[in-house]
């Protein structure tokens, strides 16, 4: 028996025993970890994969993560906010591709205009779709009563992504000012909850500073809030932001992979029935990457559907894939690479996450 497969025949993992599943590097010991986590994925929701489109409808954005390519400080972006028409266009495409939803997200805007084209933009879409097809937000942090404002307009699903739970690091990646204050970001994922959303989180492997403990506290924060959808990749450096000069200190990108698939597979361990999307960035460093983190326990997708003429202009992040894409060729080529590691595209199942609704029903 292997070092993983000891700690796997746990009914609970205890933070030392997640440090130790990550760590983990003998192949046979990573192998094991991930063979098990497909095996829970399986059984618990199953071989089909759901797939969301993203519209990244605007990089307009006041804060300054540091982090972050389309930061407000980055004066080399050329800032866009893409016509409702347009987005309804996207809107129509994904319908007609037997896409169940979308998730919209910009760049964090918090005013009464904002929130007003948000509000009446959700309703032009509740209007333009089916009664089942779902919205999903990610628009950052926002007042409890905007949040519900949307959600009373007709979404259905919020995405904030802490980045980092533990309060030291988020700091660290973070201005100092109150614009990115730790405490403000948890509340508005409580406020999420509280409004009625199915609520999405998630984090970046492989930061500065980052230890193997701090992800190991990523995990078991994550279970602690009882999220109902994840999206976590690995951290890949922007060289117009400030944390770029820690690059040094990163750890090669084959390893920031590999233990994004760690993290994906024990999360799925610890939450079986939550929702866990395959991520880009694990694409942007291997051309399977989202079809290998599927292996390691991810069920969702969430393939680019934004117009190709702004996505030069939402990076996020370097090397991006598929920036000069249209959105027909990228589901072409996503429906074929899911089938090549023997899984199916749930193209017409609303992909509620199991863990939002059993949460319900309790
Ligand atoms: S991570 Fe989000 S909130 Fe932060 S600067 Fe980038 S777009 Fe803005």
Redesign the pocket.
């Known amino acids: 028996m292997n070092a993983a497969s000891e700690i796997l025949m746990k009914q609970e993992l205890s933070k030392e025993d997640i440090v130790s599943l990550l760590s983990l590097t003998n192949k046979e010991d990573h192998d094991t970890l991930i063979k098990k986590a497909y095996s829970i994925k399986e059984s618990c929701v199953g071989k089909k994969d759901y797939v969301r489109g993203l519209i990244e409808f605007s990089n307009q954005?006041k804060?300054?993560?540091l982090y972050?390519g389309?930061?407000a400080g980055n004066t080399k972006v050329n800032r866009y906010s893409i016509p409702d028409e347009e987005i309804l266009q996207v809107i129509e495409f994904a319908q007609k591709n037997k896409f169940t939803g979308i998730v919209l997200q910009s760049?964090?805007q918090n005013n009464i205009d904002f929130t007003k084209r948000i509000t009446e933009l959700i309703i032009k879409i509740k209007k333009a779709t089916t009664p089942e097809f779902r919205i999903t937000l990610s628009l950052?942090e926002q007042s409890f009563e905007t949040y519900k404002e949307w959600f009373d307009a007709g979404a259905q699903r919020y995405l904030l992504r802490i980045e980092a739970s533990d309060e030291e690091l988020y700091k660290k990646i973070h201005p100092d000012n109150e614009l990115h204050n730790y405490k403000t970001r948890l509340e508005c994922l409580e406020n999420t909850k509280r409004a009625g959303y199915q609520t999405g989180t998630g984090v970046m492997i492989g930061l500065p500073f980052q230890t193997i403990e701090n992800l190991a506290d990523d995990l078991l924060f994550i279970k602690k809030m009882n999220i109902d959808m994840v999206g976590m990749g690995p951290y890949l450096e922007h060289a117009d932001t400030p944390l770029y000069k820690y690059k040094a200190m990163l750890l090669p990108l084959t390893e920031r992979f590999n233990l994004s698939l760690r993290m994906i597979a024990v999360l799925r361990i610890m939450m079986p029935y939550i929702n866990i999307a395959a991520t880009t960035a694990l694409q942007s460093i291997m051309p399977m990457g989202r079809e290998r983190g599927l292996k390691a326990g991810a069920n969702v997708l969430m393939p680019n559907l934004t117009p190709g003429k702004y996505r030069k202009s939402y990076l996020?992040y370097e090397n991006k894939p598929c920036i000069d894409e249209e959105a027909d060729e990228c589901l072409d080529c996503l429906s074929h690479r899911v089938k090549m590691v023997g899984e199916e595209i749930a193209y017409d199942e609303f992909g509620d996450s199991k863990h939002f609704i059993k949460r319900k029903n309790n």
Do not use: A, M, P, V
């Open positions: 954005c804060k300054n993560c972050c389309i930061r760049g964090e950052g996020l």
